[in-house]
């Protein structure tokens, strides 16, 4: 089953999205919603994207080391100018939070990257998928200039779902939305 809410104003999401586009969010009813909304993503990023594309997400202060370990994949640490206040043992002290693109050039990177890490997007951390790399840290937030014909796929909280930001005057529409999604994604 495919549910769609489109964002009647502004998407208020993991990432700031400046231009004119219209954002609809894409979730199930699945028991494990976390793998269905994986597995949705991934699917449709295929569809839409070519490759390489690319894959942005934020994680924990202390994550960093053993992301960048990762030598299969094309991985990059940005530095997002973002601290929040976090805890180890009994001291409390301000972290940097960490950001990272990972350049997708086919399925099976893209599916090694999602079983790696997207338990970020179940965390709460940012989770996009955009065809440029052009995700930028404005204020120690993410952000992301919506050029022409342009759609970027960012999870939901919990990773509850997704969301679809486009100007893409074939997503426009929750009709014409709704059976791109039907005719691309399997176990809808």
């Known amino acids: ?19 004119e586009y219209v954002a609809y969010a894409v979730s199930g009813e699945a028991d494990d919603y976390v793998e269905q909304t994986s597995k949705r993503m991934r699917q449709l990023a295929q569809a839409i ?14 994550s960093p080391e053993w992301i960048l370990q990762e030598k299969d994949l094309d991985i990059r640490y940005k530095p997002s100018g973002r601290t929040v206040l976090t805890q180890s043992g009994r001291k409390m002290f301000q972290a940097e939070l960490p950001t990272f693109t990972v350049v997708i ?6 599916n090694q990257a ?3 890490w997207f338990q970020n997007a179940f965390d709460n951390q940012l989770w996009a998928i955009t065809q440029e790399n052009n995700v930028y840290y404005e204020n120690g937030f ?6 022409k014909d342009m759609t970027i796929l960012v999870t939901e909280h919990d990773a509850c779902g997704f969301t679809v930001v486009t100007n893409e005057a074939d997503y426009q529409s929750e009709p014409l939305l709704r059976a791109y999604l039907e005719k691309v994604i399997s176990g809808w």
């Open 1 to 19: 089953m495919i549910n769609l809410l489109n964002y009647d104003k502004e998407y208020d999401g993991w990432i700031e999205v400046k231009g």
């Open 49 to 62: 994207y070519t490759f390489p594309f690319y894959l942005h997400f934020e994680s924990y202060d202390d």
């Open 105 to 110: 050039t086919n399925q099976v990177q893209l």
């Open 114 to 116: 999602f079983k790696l």
């Open 142 to 147: 993410a952000a992301v200039d919506l050029k």
